[in-house]
């Protein structure tokens, strides 16, 4: 099992590029999650979704776009992006089973620059 | 509004002096307290999962311990190999499907 990957895995930007991240997983996991990770702000929740074909906003969801059209993809949009959105991006899955909260697996992130 | 707090916010140890990083939470209805390890330019990295006040579990020389307002990973004779940031996240009552994170420790172990 590959876990969750992440591609690609460096972006340089320039303000008002799109781009696509792509998160894939390989455990059947129903749930999904992107996330950011600045210095001195922690890891903060952008979208998640919990099964194929839905979307939910999470903290920071602003600038933002995400779809799941197939459940082992996970697709986060840059519509145009912006100096503050430089940052690190970490994609998550999730087993959710017999009620318990189980643990989310992690990609090894993208790093994001834009100019 | 949930919160996750860690500290210190960094740990310097020499080899083999044990010490304690501590998570405290403010969240409505626990349903799991989680520790991560993050290397740097990698993804956090799962380590434990408590769910009840008074749990305990370990993992080589690490210890994680579970309060009602907060937990504890006890690092026992560190190694320089436990060099990391260490997370702690916190997910709130039925019906979320989020973690809360904290902003993480900083462990150094010098040899």
């Known amino acids: 099992n590959a876990g969750v990957t992440q591609t690609p895995k460096f972006r340089v930007l320039k303000t008002g590029q799109s781009m696509t991240l792509l998160c894939a997983q390989d455990?059947?996991?129903?749930?999904m999650y992107w996330y950011r990770q600045d210095p001195g702000m922690g890891l903060r929740l952008i979208h998640y979704?919990?099964?194929?074909?839905?979307?939910a906003k999470g903290e920071v969801p602003d600038g933002y776009n995400v779809s799941r059209l197939k459940k082992q993809n996970f697709l986060l949009g840059l519509e145009s992006a912006a100096p503050s959105q430089t940052s690190v991006y970490f994609c998550?899955?999730?087993?959710?089973?017999?009620?318990?909260?189980?643990?989310?697996?992690f990609g090894p992130g993208t790093r994001l620059t834009v100019l | 509004e949930d919160q996750v707090t860690q500290s210190p916010e960094a740990l310097r140890l020499q080899e083999g002096e044990s010490s304690s990083l501590n998570c405290s939470y403010t969240?409505?209805?626990?349903?799991?307290l989680f520790w991560y390890r993050q290397d740097p330019g990698k993804g956090p990295e799962f380590l434990f999962t408590?769910?009840?006040a008074g749990e305990e579990k370990e993992k080589e020389r690490l210890k994680a311990t579970l309060t009602k307002k907060e937990s504890f990973l006890h690092i026992t004779a560190p190694k320089p190999e436990d060099s990391a940031t260490y997370l702690c996240?916190?997910?709130?009552?039925?019906?979320?499907?989020?973690?809360?994170f904290g902003k993480g420790t900083k462990l150094s172990v010098i040899p």
């Open positions: 998550a899955s999730k087993l959710e089973r017999g009620g318990s909260y189980n643990e989310q697996f």
């Open positions: 455990m059947n996991h129903e749930y």
């Open positions: 979704s919990v099964g194929e074909g839905t979307t």
């Open positions: 969240v409505s209805g626990l349903r799991g």
């Open positions: 408590l769910y009840s």
């Open positions: 996240a916190a997910s709130p009552g039925a019906g979320s499907y989020q973690l809360t």
